[in-house]
C-alpha cells in the first residue's frame, strides 16, 4: 500500500462547516495528489504537490486549498463545504512514473 | 481539448475467455500510458505502464498494446477469472510537462463462473 493512509476514512459534516482531509505518507515521496472520485466523473486531480511548500491547481481545485509543511502529510481542506463536495477523495503519491493510492475517505456533506 | 475514452458499458465475459478493454485518446502525446485496476471501496492500483516506443506488454495473464497512429491501447486479460472482476481505469500525463496523470472514466468488468 507504498505507506499511504489517510484520515479520517469516513466523514460526515454540514454545509458551510470547513473540513481537512490529512494524507500521510512515511517514505518521502516528492509528489503527491488529492483526487475526487464521484459516478459519471471518473477520478479528478484536485491539487498536487511537488515538494514541501510547492503545490499546483488541479482540474477541479475550486473551493479547495492545500498545504504541505513536511515531506510526509498533504492536507487538503474545504473552506465551506457545499453538498457538491460529497465525494470520496483519494491521496496518491508518484514513484517513479506510477502513482499509488491511498484508501480513500468518504465524505458526506449534508 | 484533451480527452480519454474507455466504455462506459460493463463487461461482460465467461470465466476462461479473454477479456479486452479499450482506451482512446485524442489530443495527447503521450511518452507513456498506463492501466490501473480499481475495485469497489478501494483505490486505484497500478498494473502495467507502456511507453511510446513498446507496442506491446506483459504481465502473467495481462497484456497491453499501444497504438500511438491510432491513439488507442488495449489491455488484454487471458484466461480471465471471477476475481479479475472489477474497474479499469486507464491513465495517460497530459502534455502540460507537469507530473500529474489524466485517467478515464474506467470500464467495469465482470467475470461469470
Known amino acids: 500500500d507504498a505507506g499511504i493512509t489517510q484520515s479520517p476514512r469516513h466523514k460526515v459534516t454540514e454545509t458551510g462547516t470547513p473540513v481537512t482531509l490529512r494524507c500521510h505518507q512515511t517514505?518521502?515521496?516528492?509528489?503527491m495528489y488529492w483526487y475526487r472520485q464521484d459516478p459519471g466523473h471518473g477520478l479528478r486531480l484536485i491539487h498536487y504537490?511537488?515538494?514541501?511548500?510547492?503545490?499546483d491547481k488541479g482540474e477541479v481545485s475550486d473551493g479547495y486549498s492545500v498545504s504541505r509543511s513536511k515531506t510526509e502529510d498533504f492536507l487538503l481542506t474545504l473552506e465551506s463545504a457545499t453538498s457538491s463536495q460529497t465525494s470520496v477523495y483519494f491521496c496518491?503519491?508518484?514513484?517513479?512514473?506510477?502513482?499509488?493510492f491511498g484508501p480513500g475517505t468518504r465524505l458526506l456533506v449534508l | 481539448s484533451q480527452k480519454i475514452e474507455q466504455n462506459s458499458e460493463a463487461l461482460n465475459i465467461q470465466e476462461g475467455k479473454t477479456a479486452t478493454l479499450t482506451c482512446n485518446y485524442t489530443?495527447?502525446?503521450?511518452?507513456?500510458l498506463q492501466w490501473y485496476r480499481q475495485d469497489p471501496g478501494r483505490g486505484p492500483v497500478f498494473l502495467l505502464l507502456?511507453?511510446?516506443?513498446?507496442k506491446e506488454k506483459r504481465k502473467e495473464r495481462l497484456k497491453v498494446t499501444f497504438d500511438t497512429t491510432l491513439k488507442q491501447s488495449l489491455f488484454h486479460i487471458t484466461a480471465s477469472q471471477p476475481a479479475d472482476s472489477a474497474t479499469y481505469l486507464c491513465?495517460?500525463?497530459?502534455?502540460?510537462?507537469?507530473?500529474?496523470?489524466?485517467f478515464g472514466k474506467g470500464t467495469m468488468l465482470l467475470v461469470s463462473p
Open positions: 496518491a503519491i508518484k514513484y517513479e512514473e506510477t502513482q499509488y
Open positions: 517514505e518521502n515521496h516528492r509528489y
Open positions: 504537490s511537488y515538494g514541501v511548500k510547492d503545490t
Open positions: 489530443n495527447y502525446s503521450p511518452a507513456y
Open positions: 507502456i511507453r511510446e516506443n513498446e
Open positions: 491513465a495517460l500525463e497530459p502534455n502540460s510537462g507537469y507530473s500529474t496523470l489524466t
